[in-house]
């Protein structure tokens, strides 16, 4: 093949990966794997059908972990394919929905992660390899924020996260477009200034807006001066920008304006999630509510509308139906009954069926090098200070994590966590460390 034909190979590689990173943030652990699975059958048919292609190469880490994944064995030759490094649990904003505005739901010392910490997890981080510098906090107030981007992009990583972009200075746009940081999700849940400066508490709109035009400014000006034979639209040059909308009963008709807004600020797409309800203070918010699927219908059919006027192609991905299906109401109380012995009783045999892949994919590494299991959960798997990260990832806490995710008995955060449920009602025992079993 010729070098052009190369390179367009490698630009379907990184949209079909953006993709599958997008699905994550918008639609959780499901809409990872099915699409990392669709970017794998894509580059194995592509090796096999391309005239002239080399003979097939051993399999990346994403093509053996999505192998083996099938079996799902307690002990794994592929090494995580998503890392989290949960950058600071601080933040600089405080929106009403987020669990840090809740002190009893998240833990109480919060810190940034140490370049020390962040060098533990550099082994994970190849080309192929995806990481999200995000976690609880606002990632941009780590002070060290972009050495750890010119670490893992040294690394040929593919590297992601969330922002409310407050904090996008001229010197952090500019390493972002340099380093080319792959994609910068903000979080933008509001079509007029005054719904998003009231659900993202301490936001400013007008700022966030010029910071973002500031961005796709320096982001035309790197394209003018790269040697490239395609022509890039802007929407596709690093950071892709994508806006997230967590969606809730106060701002769901705005949803088409957050679209058209999406548009004009030449993103690739945004991601519509419901709210979680981390707290009974919020869940009037909650969209599981019968008397708002005529709301939530007609801002969807708008949303698409809007969508479809952009003359690049723009991706909408809103929830799915089981997100929005109504839920019982035990489930969809944030109230109900907190005995663990009657939650895991009403729910032991819809989840007995319910396989979550996190174990077999995910590796997230909180702000002091502790592992937990997921971003939801605070069972330590290891420590990165202490071990080293493919230590931890086949290490007995994880085996022992495999097994019971195979089972009927999953381990107690995952008999209540409402992603595996289905429903929007966080259940505050996950923040409870007496509450977890051993494994």
Known sequence: MGKDTHRMSDAADRGLLGKAWGSLLGKGPAGL??????????????????????????????????QEIQQLPETLSSRPILVYAEATTRCNLHCFMCRLSFPETTRQVREHMTLETFSRIEPLLEPGSRLSLFGLGEPLMNPNFVEMLRIAKGRGAFVGLNSNAMLLTE???????????????????????????????????DRVLDQLRRLNELKAAALSTRDSALSTPIERVK?????????????????????????DLRCAGLVAMPLTVVDASIADQ?????????????????????????????????PSGHQLSAVSAQQADPARDSAPNAQHSALSTEHSAR???????TFYVRDDGRVNSCCYSNRIMGDVREQTALEIWNGEMYRRFRARMRSANKPSECQVCHVLRGDDSYDQRIDDEGFYDEL
């Open 33 to 66: 794997g099915r699409d990392l699975r669709d970017y794998a059958r894509w580059r194995m048919t592509r090796r096999d059908d391309v005239v002239g292609a080399p003979a097939p190469h051993p399999l990346s880490n994403l093509e053996l972990n999505l």
């Open 171 to 205: 010197r952090v746009a500019r390493a972002m477009v340099e380093l080319e940081q792959d994609l910068l999700v903000i979080s933008f849940s509001g079509g007029t200034r005054e719904t998003y400066e009231r659900v993202i508490t301490g936001a400013n709109y």
């Open 239 to 263: 950071p892709v920008l994508q806006l997230q909308f967590t969606a809730m009963r106060d701002n769901i008709a705005e949803l088409p304006q957050a679209v058209r807004l999406a548009i």
């Open 286 to 318: 909650s969209l599981l509510s019968p008397d708002l699927q005529p709301r939530i219908e007609r801002a969807f059919k708008e949303a698409r509308e809007v969508a479809a006027t952009a003359d690049y192609p723009f991706e909408l991905q809103l």
């Open 355 to 361: 396989i979550c892949h996190e174990p077999w994919q």
